[in-house]
């Protein structure tokens, strides 16, 4: 029995259908792509991240080519667009847009967040970037250069913080559990907790 | 068309096709107009102002090019008067002009 059917689900089915008719997205190679998506969070971005403040190697393939560096730890990155990375450094800070639209790591990164995809993140981000991730409580040193990149076109960027001091004798596991979101996305900085 | 090798100094076109009709644009209307660096060559990639109405879309050359805020905004918050800011935007080969 149909309970119920907008007209957003009645276009969906319709296109659904005319993929799988035309041969350019089976249903199965749908609902593969639906998972994968699904699956991935911004935890996946954090053992990168992780991996890359113990392993310098791994640190310079991530800065290299981010989609090798996914996929060197089981993150699917097929039909993804290029993954880059953004290395944070003592003195230089990066903050990730896209004034477009909503481009973003999803890869690695999952669903963006909400505020990610408002008119007035994407705004001031490239206008006032110090303005704006003060409200995540985010206050970097006057000497700091701020970074912004637009993500405009074919690839996605994610931020490579810095790690926090103190946690020198931490475990690659104890080191990812602190990366959040934010982190990756430049409003935040990982700190110890 | 030639390309532009990192450290060029480019101008993006002050060019607005969506005031000539439908048009798919990936160059913020806020650097249009301005100069830049390149940055470095990100790769070549299928034209989305043309994939956008499925027509036959020919690779392009997609740059990242650097920006001065203080060459964009002109309200002050330039430099947003606590530190030095720069812009980095990716620009396909066809915004792009010698500056």
Known sequence: MMLQETDGERLLVAVRRLLEAKGIASTAEIAERIAITDRASPGQGARMVARAWTDPDYRALMVEDGSKAAEMLGIPMRGMPPLGVLQNAPGLHHLVVCTLCSCYPRAVLGYPPYWFKSAGYRARAVRDPRGLIAEWGTVLPETTKVTVVDSTADYRWMVLPERPAGTEDWTETQLAAIVREGDMIGVTIPKRP | ?99
Not at chain 2, 15 to 36: F, L, S
């Open chain 2, 1 to 99: 068309m030639t390309g532009f090798a990192p450290g060029t100094r480019v101008r993006v076109r002050d060019d607005w096709p969506e005031t000539r009709g439908p048009a798919h644009i990936r160059t913020p209307h806020y650097v249009r107009g301005a100069e830049g660096t390149v940055v470095r060559v990100l790769g070549a990639f299928k034209n989305p102002e043309d994939l956008a109405f499925a027509r036959p879309a020919p690779r392009r050359a997609l740059y990242h090019v650097r920006f001065d805020p203080g060459a964009i905004w002109h309200d002050g918050r330039a430099k947003d008067g606590r530190g030095r800011n720069d812009l980095l935007v990716e620009i396909f080969e066809q915004w792009l002009e010698p500056a």
